[in-house]
């Protein structure tokens, strides 16, 4: 087996093109010994950046470097001799060596030679690797892919892999790196039985199928999104893009393709169709700070926003130093002034306008909270079986139906539907329907007034009757374009016209109404007050019509030619309280009084069947239903059902998201960056020396997000999968994984960062496909133990020839010390919480206008994920991550005395040692309590030797804390849930203090 291993590393190692077993130098390799060398020496002053060029000379692009100037040419292939840039570089004059002295950038012995080298050779050019296309390197059939590309790296240095780690460390190691959080006593019991490969490739599923993965996944993505709770600036005031962090949780629990996630989070709101999950996720360009201060001007302010999200995109997926060029031309990287302008402009088109400090700054996508969405998924479920079942109903039951229309017809109405001749508004549109309803349209003013003619014919009536009709295009398909469906009318007067007498005021008395809302009676129509009148609101969105009934105590007689005008008016204090759709019937009945027959059904049923309009189908369909028990019955449950629904989709908090103006906005490069200081005008175009936009790709952000998950970009898969590695080895194949450009250090594994690029955007951006593939690995599982060797030949152990160790972020830090303290509440989603936090922090930040209101019970133990992030001063007990300022891809290492500081002080890890303590007691040994600890802690068994020095420590504590009662006392009572007071001991106290000790061994704050 091993001569296999050993063939298959040396076939990988002569197919990448390394000279390990050939005994030959290799020739000089442009893209990784000759560019960054003169990247780093040369392009600041002959570079990219046109206005800083010296000499006219350019050494970034070939045709410059070899190009034949006055004196020469800078590189002359194949003739050391005669090129410039040599010369230059091994001259001792000081008026002539290049770079000046000044500079403090002089070229080594070794350096100067491999320029010799490589011009001798012919001075072959190249791309910076980054910028080449990707593709997979060719492996061996056997063995393990990154394996064999890791060996062949080792052997080439004369090296091998280490011993693999031991079981306990690492199954800590991986539980840490996948879920952020130490394997439980039943997980290593489990892990430790088996030990077998098949045995930890279940134990990977297991740990990959965690929610808790999701959430350790998703911390990382809000460092680089500078999610926070509030605005930033002096103003920080709230905001709620919490339900955004919850979907990247969801995103990474149900293995959502990366290349999805991406266009999802760039152009979600532009996709055909887009849902309200696919707008929600473009939150994530809306998480830049907002600034309301005082005299601040709008545009300056929004133009920082549009910048912000260009340059959050081009470190997140691209990992290109764009904010260099907002100002000139990048100095190092082929980006120009006007590359940046033209990809800002993709972003450019936001209806944001940059005014006011409004930490729900429209555009905006109202979402329930994880209980009400829950709830809300299953109500829409239930509702689509109710209208499934009356949808049937309606089939069967047509029988029934017929002979219904019949009798109804055979009772008629004594109710005469008025034929109006006229209807206007002082506001809106009126527009008199087939059916003889009136129907509001356009304007919707705050306030409208209504005048209706109509000629009724000869006749004595005794009174009207008012019908307020449902219609599809009012607020919920309600009674009026208000926010609830209700409308109120103040007035309602009839006037009366022969011809030559004008018109006549006709007397009238309130008689009844389906429905009257509170003091909005119908009486307050006949009085002159705008404060009374007639409204129906139930305390729900308005979903039924509603009648009422007027009579004429004097009785109205009309001839042929008499002319009614009804005048309807709406002067209430309520907004757009207007009726929406209406009908007047009159009649002349002795007592006027609501009928079970709606007037103008009986219109309806009288109209053959195949001559009905659409109302008049509505309105027989509707009242049949209506009047049918079972049909009737079943309604009601759709209807009951609809509210519950829009009570719950009402319910939800208002989380910023994208949406792009319907009119192009102008892009123009800035002078300096300055919002007043337009220069040219730019249009939205990619990176030139990356790529252009297909000719059918649509020019704006989601030919923007499609290219960036596209075949044709070489970076994207590269850039993820690097901080895929960062994130479990601590460390990326390229260590700067926020620049990929060519100040990037050229990557030690640049054929496993290749492959493993190309593997992951071929099989679909299957992200724990790749996390499998990685921690399944010998390279993963070996020991992190550091031999001399090694030490000396790879002291950041980039050839990777040990696993991996580093100190552990605070935020795992505190988690592992909740797990390992067994209080820990394992919750997902929603709100952010509060929990421990040293006094006076807020206030210091915000001049002591606002105060920190620390949580209680579950929100002092839910994982730090979920903890509340002042943007200004962000949460205390996380000394090495980011300000959520701006976009951040690179960890922060850190062990000041802050960390120190935290984990020995702070409530959190008092409290949790306390718990480690109790959970304990049960052991009365002393050494076997300490072991019972560390395998909470750190998944192994105590030695004898820490035993030793942990057991002393323990008695030194006793004795203190028994010399000192009160200071157990208070030691104990720390935190929300002390212990009793009678178990307040001495002996608890110094237990306690040594699960402190465990808590901050070194061990215990690194994953290695």
């Known amino acids: 087996m091993r001569t296999k291993r050993r063939h298959a590393v040396r076939v990988a ?9 050939e005994g030959v130098a290799a020739p000089v390799d442009f893209s990784r010994e000759v560019l960054p060398l003169l990247s780093d020496r040369c392009f600041y002053c002959h570079g990219p950046d046109e206005k800083h060029r010296k000499g006219g000379l350019r050494l970034d692009e070939e045709a410059g470097a070899k190009a034949m100037g006055k004196h020469g040419a800078a590189v002359v292939p194949g003739k050391p001799a005669e090129s410039l840039l040599l010369a230059r570089v091994r001259t001792s004059d000081p008026d002539e060596v290049m770079p000046p002295p000044e500079v403090h950038k002089e070229l080594t012995d070794g350096q100067r030679e491999t320029l010799a080298r490589w011009i001798a050779e012919g001075a072959p050019w190249g791309k910076h690797w980054a910028f080449t296309p990707l593709r997979r390197p060719e492996l061996p059939a056997e063995g393990h892919p990154v394996d064999v590309l890791v060996g062949a790296r080792l052997a080439n240095e004369g090296l091998g892999f280490a011993e693999a780690a031991d079981a306990a460390t690492l199954l800590r190691r991986t539980s840490l790196a996948l879920t952020g959080m130490p394997p439980t006593l039943e997980e290593q019991e489990a892990w430790l039985a088996d030990g077998t490969d098949a045995g930890w490739e279940r134990v990977v599923e297991r740990l990959l199928a965690s929610p808790a993965y999701g959430e350790r996944m998703a911390w990382d993505w809000l460092e ?8 930033g600036y002096q103003g920080d005031g709230m905001r709620t893009m919490w339900p955004w962090r919850d979907w990247v949780v969801s995103s990474y629990n149900r293995n959502q393709r990366w290349d999805e996630f991406t266009v999802w989070q760039i152009a979600g709101d532009l996709l055909p169709g887009a849902t309200d999950e696919q707008r929600l996720a473009t939150a994530f360009l809306r998480n830049h700070p907002i600034n309301g201060e005082g005299g601040r001007i709008a545009e300056e302010n929004r133009i920082d926003y549009v910048m912000d999200m260009t340059e959050t995109t081009g470190t997140v997926w691209l990992a290109l130093t764009f904010n260099c060029c907002r100002c000139h031309d990048h100095k190092f990287d082929p980006l120009t002034n006007k590359d940046y302008y033209s990809l800002g402009a993709f972003f450019n088109q936001t209806t944001v306008d940059g005014g006011g400090g409004d930490p729900q700054t429209p555009p905006v996508l109202k979402v329930p909270d994880a209980g009400a969405a829950r709830q809300l998924g299953e109500v829409r479920q239930q509702l689509a079986e109710a209208r499934k ?13 017929e002979m219904w229309e019949r009798e109804v017809v055979k009772v008629g109405s004594p109710w005469q539907v008025v034929e ?3 209807a206007k508004a002082e506001g809106s549109t009126l527009t008199i329907q087939r059916d003889r309803t009136v129907l509001n349209s356009g304007a919707n003013p705050e306030k409208d007034n209504y005048e209706v003619t109509a000629v009724p014919g000869a006749g004595r009536w005794t009174g009207m009757r008012l019908d307020v009709l449902r219609h599809a295009t009012m607020t919920a398909g309600g009674l009026a374009r208000s926010d609830s469906g209700n409308f109120v009318l103040t007035s309602l007067r009839v006037e009366r016209e022969d011809g030559e007498g004008g018109a006549q005021a006709v007397a009238m008395e309130a008689v009844e109404a389906t429905y009257e809302q509170g003091g909005l009676k119908l009486g307050g129509v006949l009085d002159d007050n705008p404060a009374t009148g007639w409204a129906v609101h139930e305390g729900r969105m308005v979903d039924r019509s509603h009648a009422a009934v007027l009579k004429f105590p004097e009785g109205l007689e009309t001839g042929e030619g008499t002319v009614l005008r009804f005048r309807f008016r709406h002067e209430s204090g309520n907004k757009h309280h207007n009726m929406g759709r209406f009908r007047v019937s009159l009649t002349q009945m002795a007592d006027p009084a609501l009928t079970k027959t709606d007037p103008g059904l009986a219109v309806a049923l009288r109209t053959p069947a195949g001559e009905r309009d659409e109302a008049q189908r509505d309105a027989v369909v509707a009242a049949w239903e209506e009047a049918d028990a079972v049909l009737a019955g079943l309604r009601r ?4 059902l609809e509210a519950k629904e829009r009570q719950l989709a009402d319910a939800g908090v208002k989380v910023m998201v994208m949406a792009d103006r319907t009119e192009l906005r102008k892009t123009f490069v800035l002078d300096h960056g300055l919002y007043n200081k337009p220069l040219g005008e730019v249009s939205a175009a990619l990176p030139g020396f990356l790529a252009t936009l297909a000719p059918d790709a649509p020019k704006n952000r989601l030919g923007l997000a499609q290219w960036i998950v596209s075949a044709e970009n070489p970076l994207t898969a590269r850039v993820a999968v690097n901080r895929f590695w960062q994130m479990l080895f601590g ?35 299957d992200v724990k496909r790749l996390l499998r593939l990685i921690v399944t690995s010998r390279t993963w599982r070996q020991s992190s133990r550091v031999t001399g060797v090694m030490l000396e030949k790879d002291p950041g152990n980039r050839l990777l020839g040990r696993g991996p160790r580093y100190r552990m972020p605070s935020w795992m830090i505190r988690d592992q010390a909740l797990a390992a303290g067994g209080l820990v509440r394992v919750m997902s989603g929603g709100s952010p919480v509060l929990p421990w936090q040293p006094e006076g922090v807020w206030e210091e930040a915000t001049f002591g206008t606002v105060k920190y209101q620390r949580g ?18 962000g949460p205390t007990m996380f000394f090495d991550t980011g300000s959520r300022l701006v976009c951040s891809v690179k960890p922060l290492r850190t062990n000041t005395p802050l960390h120190a500081l935290a984990t020995t002080n702070d409530v959190t890890y008092v409290e949790a040692a306390r718990a480690m303590a109790l959970n304990s007691a049960g052991v009365e040994e002393a050494g076997a309590r300490i072991s019972a600890m560390a395998r909470r802690l750190l998944g192994r068994a105590a030695t004898g030797a820490e035993i030793a020095v942990l ?10 804390f028994a010399g000192e009662p009160e200071r157990a006392v208070k030691l104990l009572g720390e935190g929300e849930s002390p212990v009793a007071v009678a178990d307040r001991t001495p002996e608890l106290a110094a237990w306690t203090m040594t699960a402190l000790t465990l808590l901050n061994m070194d061990e215990a704050l690194n994953l290695e």
């Open 13 to 21: 190692a002569s197919a990448l093109g390394l000279a390990a077993f």
């Open 224 to 231: 680089a999104a500078r999610y926070a709770d509030t605005n």
């Open 389 to 401: 079942g009356l949808d049937a109903e309606r089939v069967s039951a047509g029988s029934r139906r």
């Open 420 to 422: 109006p001749r006229t």
């Open 637 to 640: 449950r759709v209807s009951e």
């Open 731 to 765: 460390i990326g194949l390229v260590k700067s994984a926020e620049d990929f450009g060519v100040q990037a250090e050229f990557p030690v594994q640049e054929a496993l960062l290749d492959w493993l690029a190309a593997d992951f955007r071929d099989s679909g951006w």
């Open 856 to 873: 209680s019970g579950d929100d002092l133990r839910r994982r730090s994920l979920y903890t509340f992030w002042r943007r200004i001063a």
């Open 951 to 960: 057991r002393a420590g323990w008695e030194r504590h006793r004795q203190r």
